[in-house]
């Protein structure tokens, strides 16, 4: 049967929901091939009715991944944003936080952090404990996905944007006020265990009406990076970007070297310590750094 271009709108395991010319195919790929991603634009040729099978994955603009010892696990392709979803309760993880920023930063996408559930009174501190995030250059979105999303709508216009975070921040109760006909389940946050119950399962494409799209996912507990070099690491981290050349060392790791400008920085408290630390976790995992 004939092929036909088509992109990928959901992504279910080893499963594929593919649009093509205004209908959904249900795709697999052919042999064991490197992976295909939401929004990925595919070769499919046709199989049956409703079924196809992707040839092959169109040249992207840009991929939004994670990685462990074992295997890569792709977010999305073809993005014009991320917007990492965060929330004072469940209580996030923060390391979840940078390291989605680093990801971006590593795949050439722009981020944007929105702070969910303003309508809970623990979020006023979180948001300020966020604000130097601002600073170094990432929008802090607060808003409510219960009670007002209107803060987002603007950023969204025209544009993809992928949600990521951890389970229980709110991305699929964004999605459905910002999709009325999206319904995509929502689920409890366990207040014994405070965290959430990993509601989504797949990644999913959902139109916006108003032009654009929003890539829900499901919620992560880790955030390998596995795939970063040492160059690539540290061109994520905008604070360390900018105090470029003022090492002693022109290779400096900005670990216990001598005279190193961002170990300056965050004694004097102009890095976030905890940023400089998730860095020297990165690196370790990656053993570009000896224990
Ligand atoms: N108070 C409050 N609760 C919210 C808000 N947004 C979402 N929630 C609640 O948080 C819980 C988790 O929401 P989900 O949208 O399922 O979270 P998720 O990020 O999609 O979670 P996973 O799919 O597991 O990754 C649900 O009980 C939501 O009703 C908000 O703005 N305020
Ligand atoms: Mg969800
Ligand atoms: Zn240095």
Same mark, same amino acid.
């Given at each position: !049967?004939?092929?036909?271009?088509?992109?990928?709108?959901?992504?279910?395991?080893?499963?594929?929901?593919?649009?093509?010319?205004?209908?959904?195919?249900?795709?697999?790929?052919?042999?064991?091939? $490197?992976?295909?991603?939401?929004?990925?634009?595919?070769?499919? +040729?046709?199989?049956?009715?409703? &079924?196809?099978?992707?040839?092959?994955?169109? /040249?992207?603009?840009?991929?939004?991944?994670?990685?462990?010892?074992? +295997?890569?696990?792709?977010?999305?392709?073809?993005?014009?944003?991320?917007?990492?979803?965060?929330?004072?309760? /469940?209580? %996030?993880?923060?390391?979840?936080?940078?390291?989605?920023?680093?990801?971006?930063?590593?795949? $050439?996408?722009?981020?944007?952090?929105?702070?969910?559930?303003?309508?809970?009174?623990?979020?006023?501190?979180? *948001?300020?404990?966020? &604000?130097?995030?601002?600073? @170094?250059?990432?929008?802090?979105?607060?808003?409510?996905?219960? =009670?007002?999303? #209107?803060?987002? +709508?603007?950023?969204?216009?025209?544009?993809?944007?992928?949600?990521?975070?951890? &389970?229980?921040?709110?991305?699929? #109760?964004?999605?459905?006020?910002?999709?009325?006909?999206?319904?995509?389940?929502?689920?409890? =946050?366990?207040?014994?265990?405070?965290?959430?119950?990993?509601?989504?399962?797949? =990644?999913?494409?959902?139109?916006? /009406? $108003?032009?654009?799209?929003?890539?829900? &996912? /499901? $919620? !992560?507990?880790?955030?390998? @990076?596995?795939?970063?070099?040492?160059?690539?690491?540290?061109?994520?981290? %905008?604070?360390?970007?900018?105090?470029?050349?003022?090492?002693?060392?022109?290779?400096?790791?900005?670990?216990?070297?001598?005279?190193?400008?961002?170990?300056?920085?965050?004694?004097?408290?102009?890095?976030?310590?905890?940023?400089?630390?998730?860095?020297?976790? *990165?690196?370790?995992?990656?053993?570009?750094?000896?224990?």
């Amino acid at each position: !049967m004939t092929e036909r271009l088509g992109r990928v709108i959901a992504v279910y395991g080893r499963r594929y929901r593919v649009a093509v010319d205004g209908r959904e195919l249900e795709c697999v790929t052919r042999g064991k091939k $490197g992976g295909v991603a939401c929004n990925d634009r595919v070769v499919v +040729r046709e199989t049956g009715a409703d &079924s196809g099978v992707i040839e092959r994955v169109l /040249p992207r603009d840009n991929l939004l991944w994670r990685s462990d010892e074992h +295997r890569a696990k792709l977010l999305a392709a073809n993005v014009d944003q991320v917007l990492v979803v965060t929330a004072a309760v /469940p209580t %996030p993880r923060e390391e979840l936080l940078d390291r989605s920023l680093v990801a971006a930063e590593a795949a $050439g996408i722009r981020a944007l952090i929105v702070i969910n559930k303003t309508d809970l009174p623990e979020t006023a501190a979180y *948001i300020q404990r966020l &604000s130097p995030y601002a600073e @170094l250059g990432y929008p802090l979105i607060p808003l409510s996905a219960r =009670t007002d999303v #209107t803060p987002l +709508r603007p950023w969204l216009v025209d544009r993809v944007s992928v949600l990521v975070g951890a &389970s229980g921040m709110g991305k699929s #109760t964004l999605v459905n006020a910002l999709v009325p006909q999206a319904q995509a389940a929502t689920g409890e =946050t366990s207040e014994a265990l405070d965290a959430g119950r990993h509601t989504t399962t797949h =990644t999913r494409l959902y139109p916006l /009406p $108003g032009g654009g799209a929003l890539i829900d &996912s /499901p $919620g !992560m507990q880790e955030f390998g @990076l596995r795939h970063l070099g040492l160059a690539e690491v540290q061109a994520a981290f %905008p604070e360390f970007r900018r105090l470029a050349g003022q090492c002693r060392f022109h290779n400096c790791r900005h670990l216990q070297e001598p005279d190193c400008a961002v170990r300056a920085a965050v004694d004097s408290g102009t890095i976030l310590r905890a940023r400089w630390r998730v860095y020297q976790d *990165i690196l370790r995992e990656n053993a570009q750094i000896g224990h």
